[in-house]
């Protein structure tokens, strides 16, 4: 292994004086109180969120504003600290999704609770719950900390769908294959 | 307005201008408090204190410039200094404990009244009348005694909490003030040497220091920071110590004694210290740019008098006692906020000495050091008056 012995040299006069370093030191400062400010100001500037980022969970609909969550519990289960509850629910049979048999009736978040994991985004076979930009949640109680179903798809809003599998599978009955 | 202002009692004058220099000062030193605050963040790439604001004077046009600066904070944090609940912890000897941030209030501003602040155009003897609240011939003398008194609400503060932290601090502050005490006062020697030539009067006043950096021709106009560097490099240090700035700043050192000597303060009695160290600064930089750096004459060879009589020239106004005063006082007091900016810039830029080399750099390096200048300027100045 090869190395290097750093030469140290004594103090010259200069230096054991201190100024021409605390001069250097004061140099820098100064640079630094005319450059621009590195922090933001918070609240009304945002910092800007890498694509990717695990925000606080939300449910999410399709393009065609159908909830995509059919409640099949899964993110129930997966979820390490249990911050997910969900009431699964029916869907009418007069309603035009009616093929989809089921939605949640309530669907509830613990913030308190939730550790940001993801597994609840990786184990949906809906890609019906994301884990988006919004990072800062405060409340004054306990039970403002959770978010019910109706906050969730206010958080979460639409996201584009590539596959459109309920639609698919209704087309595909519809001709005759429902074994699709 | 003039006329009736000199008509009335001395008593009642010397009072008047002592609460108008109080009344500055005071805020002043209470402001610094914010400026350290701004100083600090803009070193540190933050933009610092900028929120706060009087809602009911939002609406004024240009009002957020005063809010981005921060001037609302310094507002609110005197108000709840003034409004916090006064409270002493239960091991305190009470009296000393409150008479401490008194004592070192008093002294702090007292030392105000000796120090020279400006200037003002007498037509009736075509000079320049000092501005000072007490001409006295020994000002220099005065100024560091009484400002050393301040010592004492340090070591009776760190005695009276009966606590170690502000112990130790108390006890550091009484070291480290009366170390470079020796070495300040042996670095204005030299100037009252050079000022004081022999045959005339001898005078320890900082007026006739001023006056002495405004004369004619190329030394006569010379300000003593470059007649005497040494001498103005070791004022400079050995203030730096006494005023208990960073790098200096052992009695606080709040990484080893958690807030130093005001560790058990809090509310206006803190304020006080903080009032009072602000003062300090405040006077200290007056004296080191009345005896170095030319007083209220705005550039060295170009003293007040000068530039007036040009303005005068221009426009009669200028030559008003009132105007001609303002101008003094506004140029003194330009000096004194770009020296408070120096010790803010030296405070966030150095880190502090550890207890040991502050006493070592007192005693073995600076206190030699102002000896050995003094006797060179001694011998200087006997050998050019002698010639
Ligand atoms: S969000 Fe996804 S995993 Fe959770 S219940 Fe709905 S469909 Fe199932
Ligand atoms: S991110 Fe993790 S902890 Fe939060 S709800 Fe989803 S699975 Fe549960």
């Known amino acids: ?180 | 307005m003039m006329e009736f202002y000199f008509e009335l009692p001395l008593w009642l004058r010397l009072t008047v201008q002592g609460l108008a220099v109080i009344a500055v000062l005071f805020p002043l030193a209470g402001a610094c408090s914010m400026a350290e605050r701004k100083v600090s963040a803009w070193i540190q790439g933050r933009p610092g204190p900028s929120r706060a604001i009087v809602p009911w004077l939002a609406w004024i046009p240009g009002i957020s410039l005063l809010q981005k600066l921060g001037v609302f904070h310094f507002t609110a944090d005197g108000g709840k200094m003034f409004l916090k609940e006064d409270v002493a912890p239960g091991s305190v000897n009470k009296f000393y404990y409150y008479l401490a941030p008194l004592i070192a209030v008093v002294p702090a501003l007292c030392t105000v009244t000796f120090v020279p602040f400006g200037a003002y155009w007498d037509a009736a003897t075509e000079t320049m009348k000092p501005l000072v609240l007490a001409n006295v011939d020994v000002s220099m003398l005065a100024v560091f005694a009484v400002a050393s008194l301040g010592v004492y609400s340090l070591i009776l503060a760190g005695w009276a909490s009966n606590s170690k932290y502000p112990f130790l601090g108390g006890v550091r502050a009484s070291a480290q003030l009366i170390s470079y005490e020796l070495s300040m006062t042996l670095s204005v020697l030299p100037v009252f040497l050079w000022v004081n030539a022999p045959g005339g009067e001898g005078s320890l006043s900082l007026i006739h220091v001023v006056n002495t950096q405004a004369q004619p021709g190329l030394w006569g106009g010379m300000w003593y920071v470059f007649l005497m560097p040494l001498s103005a490099f070791i004022f400079l240090v050995a203030l730096f110590a006494e005023t208990n700035r960073q790098p200096f700043d052992m009695p606080e050192s709040e990484a080893d004694l958690v807030g130093g000597f005001h560790t058990e303060y809090g509310e206006l009695k803190w304020g006080l210290f903080f009032v009072a160290e602000y003062a300090h600064m405040f006077v200290g930089s007056a004296i080191f740019m009345i005896l170095f750096c030319g007083g209220w004459h705005p550039f060295p060879w170009l003293p007040l008098d000068t530039l007036l009589g040009w303005l005068g020239g221009i426009a009669p106004i200028f030559l008003n006692p009132v105007v001609s005063g303002v101008i003094a006082v506004g140029i003194f007091l330009a000096k004194l906020i770009f020296s408070i900016f120096v010790f803010m810039w030296v405070r966030w830029t150095l880190p502090r000495f550890r207890y040991d080399q502050v006493m070592k750099l007192g005693w073995q390096k600076l206190l030699p050091l102002s000896i050995g200048n003094l006797i060179f300027y001694a011998v200087a100045i006997a050998i050019i008056e002698r010639s």
């Open chain 1, 1 to 180: 292994m090869s190395f290097k012995t750093v030469e140290r040299r004594p103090l010259s006069l200069a230096e054991r004086t201190y100024v021409p370093q605390i001069l250097s030191g004061m140099k820098t400062t100064f640079k630094k109180m005319v450059k621009p400010k590195e922090t933001l100001n918070y609240p009304e500037a945002r910092p800007p969120i890498p694509p990717g980022y695990r925000g606080v969970p939300t449910l999410v609909k399709d393009p065609n504003g159908r909830e995509k969550c059919v409640s099949c519990q899964l993110c129930e289960f997966v979820c390490p600290p249990k911050a997910i509850r969900i009431t699964p629910g029916e869907i009418p049979p007069d309603a035009e999704t009616a093929h989809v048999e089921k939605a949640p009736e309530e669907f509830e978040i613990d913030m308190l609770r939730c550790i940001y994991c993801g597994l609840c985004q990786e184990v949906c076979p809906e890609e019906a719950i994301w884990l988006q930009n919004v990072f800062s949640v405060s409340g004054y109680t306990r039970e403002e900390m959770v978010n019910d179903k109706k906050r969730l798809y206010e958080l979460g809003g639409t996201l584009p769908d590539d596959h459109y599998k309920w639609d698919k599978k209704k087309a595909a009955e519809e001709a005759g294959n429902p074994h699709h």
